[in-house]
């Protein structure tokens, strides 16, 4: 299985599956553990220092010889200098999240890595591709945390057709059954955060995994339109506080005010009322703590089934 598929030979990875670097749970522990299970682990290096992810690389290549991935996120006040610690330790596979990394393209393919940036839009998805990109992640609204505005059944398709690298689908993907729809949209491989993080070993505080697997269909909300940076997180205090200070027409320096630490007190503290428990539309399917590698096992185990069942369906 798998052998000729364009992501897998491009990366040397056994199974088509990217692990979405999430910001403070995307830790070595996570990512390694992905890679370990033949998937693409990747290290979110989110608000992180310089200092912070190279010992997070650096722990990530203690724990697993395979490829992984560092993912940047672009709106990062350390972005500059992160960029650089992922050229010093010349990381296989970078992406980037939450804006265009353009700029950042040709020094990171100078030196050899795979830069795949997630997009939101086909005009992103084109302009990258122009300037150097390997392969781009098309990331439907049904993502947790940030988040763009296109679902992943309309986005996915319209981006295979826009490039001519391969496309990740995101958004919205949990089980075999996803897998195979975006297969079937034309993405190459698939990209997950919320299964991952009801993962034995996502470091991510007891209960926030257990507010995730108690979540149902309509559990998420989006908050931070009105500041340009919608997120998708459950709904909880925070978020309700959120929406009546939106309505009430609070400024947009008071709405931020409510983000800062916000995410950190969920995934650390285990505050899940008054931080922000990201996570995606699929939180009402999570059922289960799992290993990675059963969790990888399972969907790539289940693919045939859920591609049969489609095809018996056109009988
Ligand atoms: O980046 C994510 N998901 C994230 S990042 C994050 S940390 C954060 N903290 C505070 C505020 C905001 C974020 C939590 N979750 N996913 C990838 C992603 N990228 N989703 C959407 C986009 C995106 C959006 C616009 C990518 C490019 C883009 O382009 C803008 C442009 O310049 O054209």
């Known amino acids: 299985m798998f052998q000729n598929n364009p992501i897998c030979k491009m990366l040397g990875i056994t199974y088509p599956i990217f692990q979405g670097g ?29 200092d912070v992810l190279r010992a997070e690389i650096q722990k990530c290549k203690g724990w697993t010889n395979k490829p992984f991935g560092v993912n940047i996120m672009l709106m990062s006040p350390f972005v500059k200098e992160v960029m650089q610690v992922v050229l010093d330790e010349r990381v ?6 939450a804006g265009n990394p353009g700029e950042y393209v040709p020094a990171l393919k100078e030196i050899g890595s795979k830069v795949i940036p997630v997009v939101a839009s086909v005009a992103l998805a084109k302009r990258l591709v122009r300037g150097g990109a390997d392969a781009v992640i098309a990331e439907g609204t049904e993502s947790g945390g940030h988040i763009g505005e296109i679902t992943t059944m309309a986005l996915v398709p319209q981006v295979v057709d826009a ?3 391969p496309v990740i689908a995101a958004g919205g ?9 975006a297969f079937a949209l034309g993405a190459k491989a698939i990209q997950m955060g919320s299964r991952f993080v009801v993962s034995e070993e996502c470091i991510a505080h007891p209960n926030y995994k257990e507010m995730v697997l ?12 009105s500041l340009g940076h919608p997120a998708r997180v459950l709904q909880n205090k925070l978020s309700r506080k959120y929406e009546e200070m939106e309505a009430a027409g609070a400024s947009k320096d008071e709405l931020e005010q409510l983000g800062v630490g916000s995410l950190h007190r969920a995934t650390h503290e285990g505050d899940v009322q008054n931080g922000s428990v990201m996570i995606g539309e699929i939180s009402g399917m999570l059922g289960d703590i799992k290993p990675v590698k059963t969790i990888i096992e399972d969907i790539v185990n289940g693919l045939p089934g859920a591609i049969a069942a489609a095809d018996e369906t056109t009988k």
């Open 214 to 225: 108690k979540a149902k269909d309509r559990s998420t909300v989006v908050t931070g339109r």
């Open 92 to 97: 296989p596979v970078v992406t980037t999240g």
């Open 22 to 50: 999430m910001a403070w749970i995307g830790t070595a522990e996570l990512a390694s553990a992905v890679s370990n299970a033949g998937g693409l682990g990747i290290i979110g290096a989110g608000h992180m220092p310089p």
């Open 173 to 181: 993907i949990g089980d075999s059954r996803g897998m195979a729809a």
């Open 163 to 165: 490039v001519d690298v």
